[in-house]
């Protein structure tokens, strides 16, 4: 990025750039999420395309390579180029925030906000910085501007609008600093219908990580809640594993209704998935690896490890493989764990420092093998291969517990054994099945 704050009432109509230099539209608004104890989280801006559609598409951040005072440019064959839907814990900056009036805490007097600046941190996530704030006249002249002055977002109490900040506005910017799984929590707490409609104003990003987190009689009651367009949207958004649990427990019709409406390339992952049986390790595993070649270096594993977008189980390791380097891959050739990336010099060729002594699973192996091989290695990651010694996918040890754990683990109160508050897991009988 090659700005690091940003105030952002000059942006307005700016022109956006692919990085080949083709201009794709004009910037119109930024999209925020508002948080419980900080500044607004930017989650990205809204693009009006060309041409006479005036269509809005929204960019994640993460795709905004360069901001200047006279264009933008994103990664746009990256972005998913959906129409742009408000939920309910997003705010826009220009329609909702410019302009708005507010009281500083520290004097009491009342000003409006004319400009925001937006401001990044070393992770490469942006924020609300200071607000620029026109503050009444102190004088009777007729001459000369109104004083002004910058405030942080936690120096100004915003008035609020009572028909925006809908009851589910509430509650999402209550909850917006808990993780995926204290929120599923949360929802599953509420009555039905009071649930879904929250749901509605959920991001597709972000109901997607709390449907994983949900137990799948939970996850069918709200996939089916919502429309065709909007659930194939969050599915899209899913780890292929849980969209392919999730949509095999749906009726013929609407799962094929739903897998045409879905990204070509999520859609094929979660039709693999749908082929093998649940308790084997094709049904268990995602499809998601970080696959480099072996003439990959250490630098280039890391820079891959590092994206934030990777859930921690699956940074733990990089699979080597031949050509081609998405599932299924060419044959595998074995894995370099995150740790043993660290020992080595950036320039070293991965293929070198491979560890072979973990056999991969294949996509009939059976659950308990499964989980007695990440037992007996301490493993948290375990490559799936198929009858060709492609590479198909992973089981990560958050798979495992899914599978292993009870139906009800959450709602399960611990007087079930009160004298340690644990759950009782599945069993391994003597004929190696999980019970």
């Not at 799936?384 to 495992?400: A, N």
């Not at 709602?411 to 009782?424: A, D, K």
Request: aromatic residues 6%; hydrophobic residues 40%; charged residues 30%.
């Amino acid at each position: 990025m090659s700005a690091s704050k940003v105030f952002v009432a000059r942006l307005a109509n700016t022109p956006v750039y692919d990085p080949d230099g083709d201009r794709v539209g004009k910037l119109r608004d930024l999209i925020v999420n508002y948080r419980s104890a900080h500044s607004p989280r930017v989650n990205g801006i809204l693009v009006e395309l060309l041409g006479a559609t005036r269509k809005l598409v929204f960019v994640s951040m993460k795709e905004v390579t360069s901001i200047g005072s006279s264009q933008l440019i994103v990664r746009w064959e990256e972005n998913e180029q959906r129409p742009f839907e408000q939920r309910g814990e997003e705010v826009r900056v220009f329609s909702e925030l410019l302009d708005r009036s507010g009281t500083l805490r520290d004097t009491g007097v009342r000003g409006v906000i004319e400009d925001i600046s937006i401001i990044e941190d070393d992770a490469g996530d942006w924020s609300v910085g200071q607000l620029y704030v026109r503050l009444p006249r102190t004088s009777l002249s007729l001459f000369g501007k109104a004083p002004t002055q910058y405030v942080t977002w936690d120096e100004i109490d915003l008035d609020l609008d009572p028909e925006g900040d809908t009851p589910a506005t509430q509650f999402l910017t209550a909850h917006s600093e808990m993780g995926p799984s204290d929120l599923a929590d949360a929802l599953l707490e509420l009555p039905e219908d009071r649930r879904l409609g929250i749901v509605e104003e959920l991001p597709d990003a972000r109901l997607a990580d709390v449907l994983e987190e949900m137990y799948e009689d939970d996850q069918v009651v709200i996939i089916q809640h919502l429309d065709e367009n909007r659930a194939a949207g969050v599915l899209d958004h899913m780890q292929p594993d849980d969209a392919a649990d999730l949509v095999g427990r749906l009726d013929a019709k609407t799962t094929e209704a739903l897998l045409a409406l879905m990204e070509p390339e999520e859609a094929e992952d979660v039709r693999m998935l749908l082929e093998f049986e649940p308790n084997t390790a094709g049904g268990l595993m995602t499809t998601d690896p970080i696959v480099v070649s072996p003439d990959a270096t250490v630098a280039e594993a890391l820079v891959l490890i590092r994206r934030t977008e990777i859930a921690p189980a699956l940074a733990t390791a990089v699979f080597v493989t031949a050509s081609p380097y998405e599932v299924p891959t060419g044959r595998y050739l074995g894995l370099v764990h995150f740790q043993r990336l660290l020992r080595y010099p950036p320039h070293e060729r991965v293929g070198s420092i491979l560890d072979k002594r973990i056999e991969p699973a294949h996509t009939t192996t059976m659950d308990v093998d499964v989980v007695r091989s990440l037992a007996r290695y301490d493993l948290v990651i375990l490559p799936v291969v198929d009858d060709e010694e492609r590479l198909v996918g992973v089981i990560t040890v958050d798979d495992v517990l899914d599978h292993i754990l009870p139906d009800d683990w959450r709602s399960v109160p611990t007087e079930r054994y009160p004298e340690t508050g644990l759950i009782q897991l599945p069993t391994i009988d003597s004929g190696g099945a999980l019970g």
